[in-house]
């Protein structure tokens, strides 16, 4: 990415804005781990997206004819411990800003920022302290009305700022291929190297191994490896037991290069073959996830994706001989979240769980192009149910992709990745 498309994406939300409104975007902070030990510091995705800039507390200042931004000020002392500082002539230079001031300024200005706007955009529940803050600010303008001052009346999420993140240029599009190049590298290792008798933290190792060589951040998540009746936690990160022969192993992970994630899901055998229950129970999975990916097309409904997904699965229920209703029947009863119990799809960007809507007015949104989102269906047999044959007891599967949508021709960007069991079995012998 370079600073000629973070002026574009700056002069692009300029053109949004009305007469009377500001836009305020806010860097991330330090997070604090334990004591005075800091968490490895991401930046705000929506300050990153309009900045490209990766230290924390900044503030961007955004008005139609105007732009603005406030940055640590320069400090030798404080340099040597946490290293160099853009500054503020820097930060002008590179944005091609109106001006700019160091964060030690910002209540110095604050009026003359929010005075006499009548809108402030601003995503609030990032920080309350903040909020409050702001809130406290724009009544106190609000009470100057006889020196012919005011402040925001209006305080509005800026939606638009998320619409735009919602479809990938070609250079965003660019880093989500290389962050799933990387992703593909560390999955590969793992249905390669791992074998009965080693840690599911060692397979997470591997893979934090993989990404932070070939210059990823890390993980844009946490890394989950589920082996056994694990995988039938969803969000399970733990990531603390044995692998043992006979079971199979989920691992849910994707590298973020860039501040673009991939995120990816995929299963295979600690040992050398699927088992029999196994391998049925994942090609029900496997065939609804690669009806989805080429149903993938613009113009079709998210809910869509989920519903033939969700149609499909119970059809592979229903010939494993687990649901035993009719089709429609189970549908309209929803017997079939014992099995599969969240949705098939979300967008995917510098979050993994990127911005965007999925609802308009109660209706389904249709996909566009431009768009990249997941398709990830799942089954998972509960181990303490009795309900359910003991033989298929303590099987998670969940099968996950990343596709660009582009017409009627979807795009897998994770497609390099096996999902084939005889792909997946030919690693492991």
């Known amino acids: 990415m370079t600073h000629t498309l973070y002026r574009e994406r700056l002069a692009e939300v300029q053109k949004k804005l009305k007469d009377g409104e500001v836009l305020i975007v806010f860097a991330a902070s330090h997070l604090i781990r334990n004591r005075d030990v800091e968490y490895k510091f991401?930046?705000?995705?929506?300050?990153?997206?309009?900045?490209?800039?990766?230290?924390?507390?900044?503030?961007?200042?955004?008005?139609?004819?105007?732009?603005?931004?406030?940055?640590?000020?320069?400090?030798?002392?404080k340099e040597i411990?946490?290293?160099?500082?853009?500054?503020?002539?820097k930060a002008k230079e590179l944005l091609n800003l109106d001006e700019s001031f160091d964060t030690t300024e910002w209540e110095s200005k604050l009026d003359e920022i929010l005075v006499n706007q009548y809108t402030l955009y601003h995503f609030f529940g990032k920080n309350l302290v903040r909020d409050a803050k702001l809130i406290e600010w724009i009544h106190s303008l609000n009470q100057r009305s006889r020196e012919g001052k005011f402040g925001p009346r209006r305080i509005e999420s800026p939606d638009f700022l998320h619409w735009m993140r919602m479809f990938k240029s070609p250079a965003e599009i660019d880093a989500l291929r290389e962050s799933a190049r990387i992703t593909a590298l560390g999955h590969e290792r793992l249905m390669?190297?791992?074998?009965?008798?080693?840690?599911?933290?060692?397979?997470?190792?591997?893979l934090e191994s993989e990404y932070l060589k070939h210059g990823a951040w890390g993980g844009g998540y946490g890394h989950i490896v589920a082996s056994g009746k694990n995988a039938t936690i969803l969000h399970y990160t733990s990531n603390n037991c044995k692998l043992n022969d006979g079971e199979l192993v989920l691992v849910d992970s994707g590298a973020e290069k860039g501040y673009y994630t991939a995120d990816v899901t995929r299963n295979f055998p600690v040992g050398k073959k699927f088992s029999s229950e196994q391998r049925a129970v994942y090609e029900v999975v496997l065939k609804a996830q690669k009806e989805a990916v080429s149903n993938t097309k613009e113009g079709v409904e998210f809910v869509a994706i989920h519903n033939q997904v969700v149609r499909t699965l119970v059809e592979g229920l229903k010939d494993l001989g687990l649901?035993?209703?009719s089709i429609d029947s189970i549908l309209e009863q929803e017997t079939f979240k014992k099995y599969y119990m969240h949705r098939t799809s979300h967008y995917l960007g510098m979050d993994v769980h990127d911005v965007?809507?999925?609802?308009?007015?109660?209706?389904?949104?249709?996909?566009?192009?431009?768009?990249?989102?997941?398709?990830?269906?799942?089954?998972?047999?509960?181990?303490?149910?009795?309900?359910?044959?003991?033989?298929?007891?303590?099987?998670?599967?969940?099968?996950?992709?990343?596709?660009l949508v582009q017409g009627s021709n979807p795009l897998n960007l994770t497609s390099m990745i096996p999902k084939e069991i005889d792909e997946i079995e030919s690693r492991k012998n």
């Open 42 to 77: 991401r930046q705000d995705s929506d300050y990153y997206y309009l900045t490209g800039l990766d230290e924390s507390d900044g503030i961007l200042i955004l008005k139609n004819s105007y732009k603005s931004i406030f940055v640590l000020p320069k400090d030798k002392e």
């Open 323 to 325: 649901l035993r209703d």
């Open 81 to 89: 411990w946490t290293g160099i500082r853009i500054g503020k002539e």
């Open 356 to 403: 965007g809507t999925y609802y308009q007015n109660g209706s389904s949104k249709k996909l566009e192009s431009g768009q990249v989102i997941t398709i990830e269906p799942g089954l998972y047999f509960d181990p303490t149910d009795l309900e359910i044959p003991e033989k298929f007891r303590g099987i998670g599967i969940r099968i996950e992709d990343d596709v």
């Open 192 to 206: 390669r190297e791992s074998k009965p008798g080693m840690y599911e933290y060692e397979l997470e190792a591997i």
